[in-house]
């Protein structure tokens, strides 16, 4: 059974920090490219950051680009989103997804909320 597990939201200050972690299993990770995605109430999800199978490559969206780093571990079969600086704006409820070409999963996500 395929489960994506997203953990390490919460209520955070403005310039705050959080990390973010997608804990993976069911498939096997290394072979899985993962994102995080995230979702503003009224607006549509959108692609935060990406990181290949290996870890050797990442993309970022313009938004969170020298704010927010991701990584991964494929020994532990988790992906994690270190989250600095935050803004209102980045209040969302943050997703991970797992694709290759033939498949993807979603995570039920964790709510982020950049208030004071």
Not at 7 to 28: E, K
Not at 55 to 84: C, E, H, P
Request: glycine share 10%; proline share 3%.
């Amino acid at each position: 059974q395929v489960q994506l597990v997203e953990s390490g939201g919460g209520l955070v200050q403005p310039g705050g920090s959080l990390r973010l972690s997608c804990a993976a299993s069911g498939f096997i990770f290394s072979s899985y490219a993962m994102s995080w995605y995230r979702q503003a109430p009224g607006k549509e999800r959108e692609l935060v950051a990406t990181i290949s199978n290996t870890g050797g490559s990442t993309n970022y969206a313009d938004s969170v680009k020298g704010r927010f780093t991701i990584s991964r571990d494929n020994a532990k079969n988790t992906v994690w989103l270190q989250m600095n600086s935050l803004k209102p704006e980045d209040t969302a409820r943050y997703y991970c997804r797992a694709f290759n070409y033939e498949y993807h999963y979603w995570g039920q996500g964790t709510q982020v909320t950049v208030s004071s």
